[in-house]
């Protein structure tokens, strides 16, 4: 750093402005102009040869008061004294050096005296030097010119004698393995026998061109063995260079053996010990090692060929993940890779291997979450298929709804913890690709299981029947979409609907909280895990499925309903004897639903709704004309009477609620089958024209019914409302609605009951 950089303050810069002023070459050439205008003025101007006193003053008594001219005053007086004793110092130096250059003038005029002669004699010397010199040489000049003219021919007769010597010493160094020497000796006779090799050396030159092809073969097998170090092999391929060898059949022979060791090696990675892949790939490592000091315009390759290994590695991962891995099991297939792959990375740093294999182990992982729930989801689909089976009588065993709901609930429970489980060993691992990926785990977890549960509802609603198969991703076993929907199964599947939303998705929320630390999303676009939208399309998917359920359950009964009321001649029907077989049916009917709802729904928290709490009137004036005393009269004119009055009373009678909510309790679904069947005969007598006889046989089957389901249905009440609006549509599509006797009626009711009891008891 010069001295011109060291910063100075205000009063070094004037110091040495002043300085250099007054030693100044030309001093004509001032910093400012004496013109320049007052306007323009500063109090620095003091320090230029163009300053002006009275200007200074004036601008000076301007820009100052009273203290600051004071105190301008003393600094001034202290800067003249200070410059006074610089300028004396300065002349004190400067004439000090003035003495000490005299005094050198002095002595050099002193020392130069008598320099003249003695140069003079110098010379004289030199000229008598050279003139010996010069007799010397023409004395010796034709000795000299024999002499090298010998000692050309002497290296003329030992390049002959080395020729001549050339076979006996290739053979020495063949028989040493001195083949370094061997080429050496042999590239310094080539340009002789690149002349003379066809005639004087004829001998020589083929005897030992014999000799390298023995070196060349020798320097081969050295190449290619495994024993021989890695310098001893790359040496050999540069001397086999040198011998003007092509050695790209070398590179490429060397680089088929790596491939096939990469291949063996793989498949020793399926079958062989931890212990023996180790040593195998250590072993792969130093050949790849050799090769790239053997060829090092070969890295291109080795890095393909490296990679090459990690993809195989990864893809066997793939396919054990397609046949359900564990999670210990993937871990130790990782840490395998992840260690092959270092060390292939001290030999191939330049490779990217450990970039190649993150990105490698994020598709493999990322497969292994997706694997995990998609085996999940098949066990359930196996259960569930199960349970098609049995109720189809495909096996032999007997499997209770209620053990299927279980079963279903345990694999749905268990399945869901156990994986849980797995990533949670997965995340635990000290391996560092898997901490690298920890975030993404537990982002892709957190998906699945959206998913899954996605797939899961999609798959509940194609096995009942409400959606249909658009892909095969859905894992159903083959056929059972064709197959007949079977109601008792899509009742579990909406009772399992409702535990998963009200059990299943909270026990899963909370694991996947403690598992993942309520972890962040880390894509946008990607959907994380949100129980509320789960348990709302669940919840959603329990009240259609149950609906559904009932839906089936009815088309079988109106089955029966429409076969009772369009096969049989209602004008010309004979008296009734009996209830009529069809309430039989219906009644069995009836029983399985009961068997099946009591198996997987729970019963009800609410009383059963008597006819006496409902909204209507106790004694409804619509079923007035057909009870007890009104009975017994057998005027048509006042039959017709009393259903005229029934219709009157319709416009007074209070509106009864009959269809309900349907909630997943036992009562509430058999009560709302009652409902719809019971308002669905309503329709198919309403469509009938029935005689006396019909009308009565109407009468005694709606009573029959009337006994046994009073204890059936939930709502008592409703369900009586609806059988007395089936008589009262008979009444109305009756030619003479005249109705029975109530100690007929009765009579017949009882003995049907009676014979229905012994049936059951035997």
Not at 54 to 59: E, P, R, S, T
Not at 101 to 125: P, S
Not at 476 to 502: H, R, T, W, Y
Not at 633 to 642: C, H, L, M
Request: some cysteine; overall charge negative; hydrophobic content about 40%.
């Amino acid at each position: 750093m010069g001295v011109e950089d060291v910063p100075l303050d205000d009063k070094s810069k004037r110091m040495r402005d002043l300085l250099s002023s007054f030693y100044s070459p030309d001093p004509t050439s001032p910093s400012k102009s004496p013109n320049t205008s007052s306007r323009f003025a500063t109090l620095d101007t003091i320090n230029t040869t163009a300053f002006d006193a009275d200007q200074y003053m004036n601008l000076l008594v301007q820009k100052s008061n009273l203290e600051g001219l004071l105190q301008r005053l003393i600094d001034m007086a202290a800067e003249i004294k200070n410059l006074d004793t610089d300028l004396q110092m300065l002349v004190y130096e400067n004439y000090n050096k003035f003495v000490s250059a005299t005094d050198a003038i002095k002595r050099m005029k002193n020392n130069i005296v008598g320099m003249e002669t003695n140069m003079e004699q110098l010379l004289e010397k030199i000229i008598s030097v050279q003139s010996r010199s010069d007799g010397v040489n023409t004395s010796l000049f034709d000795k000299r010119e024999h002499i090298e003219k010998l000692h050309r021919t002497r290296n003329l007769l030992r390049k002959v004698q080395f020729i001549y010597d050339l076979p006996a010493r290739l053979a020495k160094c063949i028989k040493s393995e001195a083949y370094a020497d061997a080429v050496k000796y042999y590239i310094g006779a080539m340009p002789i026998f690149k002349i003379y090799g066809n005639s004087s050396f004829l001998d020589c030159k083929r005897a030992s061109e014999e000799a390298i092809a023995i070196i060349i073969k020798a320097l081969q097998g050295k190449v290619f063995s495994d024993s021989e170090s890695i310098q001893a092999r790359a040496e050999a391929v540069m001397l086999l260079k040198q011998l003007d060898f092509p050695v790209n059949n070398l590179k490429v022979q060397l680089f088929e053996k790596l491939e096939q060791f990469l291949v063996d090696l793989h498949q020793e990675y399926k079958s062989a010990s931890s212990s023996a892949h180790e040593a195998s790939i250590r072993e792969f490592a130093e050949a790849v090692r050799a090769y790239r000091v053997i060829f090092p315009d070969s890295e291109q390759q080795l890095f393909r060929l490296a990679k090459d290994l990690a993809t195989k590695h990864f893809e066997a991962a793939k396919q054990h993940i397609k046949k359900q891995l564990s999670s210990a099991d993937l871990v130790a297939m990782l840490r395998v890779i992840w260690t092959d792959m270092l060390l292939m990375d001290e030999v191939l740093p330049e490779a990217g291997l450990r970039d190649f294999t993150f990105e490698a182990a994020h598709d493999v992982i990322k497969q292994y979450v997706a694997g995990r729930f998609s085996h999940l989801l098949l066990d359930i689909s196996d259960a569930l298929v199960k349970v098609h089976d049995n109720q189809k009588g495909v096996t032999e065993e007997e499997y209770p709804l209620q053990a299927s709901l279980e079963t279903n609930k345990r694999a749905l429970i268990q399945g869901s913890m156990d994986a849980l489980l797995d990533f949670r060993r997965l995340l635990d691992e000290d391996l560092e690709v898997l901490s690298r990926l920890t975030d993404l785990v537990i982002e892709w977890v957190q998906e699945g299981f959206q998913d899954f549960f996605r797939k899961l509802n999609d798959q509940f609603l194609v096995l009942s029947g409400k959606k249909y198969l658009v892909n095969q991703d859905l894992t159903f076993g083959e056929g059972m979409q064709g197959d007949k929907v079977l109601p008792e199964l899509v009742l579990l599947l909406a009772q399992l609907s409702i535990f998963i939303e009200q059990n299943a998705i909270t026990r899963i929320t909370e694991e996947i909280s403690s598992f993942s630390g309520g972890g962040t999303r880390g894509y946008e676009n990607s959907p994380a895990f949100n129980p509320a939208e789960i348990c709302r399309i669940f919840r959603s998917a329990g009240e259609e499925l149950l609906q559904h359920y009932i839906s089936l359950k009815t088309q079988k009964i109106l089955i029966v309903l429409k076969k009772r009321f369009t096969t049989p001649n209602w004008v010309k029907h004979k008296e009734p004897r009996e209830v009529h077989m069809f309430v039989d049916l219906l009644l069995q009917e009836l029983d399985t639903i009961r068997n099946e709802v009591k198996q997987i729904l729970p019963e009800g928290l609410h009383p059963k709704h008597r006819r006496t709490d409902s909204n209507g009137s106790t004694n409804s004036s619509r079923s007035n004309p057909l009870r007890d005393d009104r009975l017994v009269r057998s005027n048509t004119q006042k039959a017709r009477s009393q259903l005229l009055e029934s219709h009157l009373a319709k416009l007074f009678k209070q509106k009864m609620e009959i269809f309900t909510k349907v909630e997943h309790t036992q009562e509430s679904v058999i009560t709302t089958i009652i409902k719809l069947f019971l308002k669905s005969l309503q329709e198919f007598v309403r469509l009938q024209t029935f005689n006396r006889s019909g009308f009565q046989q109407i009468q005694l089957d709606i009573q029959f019914l009337k006994t046994t389901l009073k204890d059936t249905a939930e709502d008592e009440a409703a369900v009586d409302f609806l059988l007395d609006e089936v008589i009262v549509a008979a009444a109305e599509r009756c030619l003479d609605p005249i109705p029975l006797e109530p100690a007929i009626l009765d009579r017949l009711t009882q003995a049907k009951l009676a014979k229905n009891s012994d049936q059951g008891s035997t």
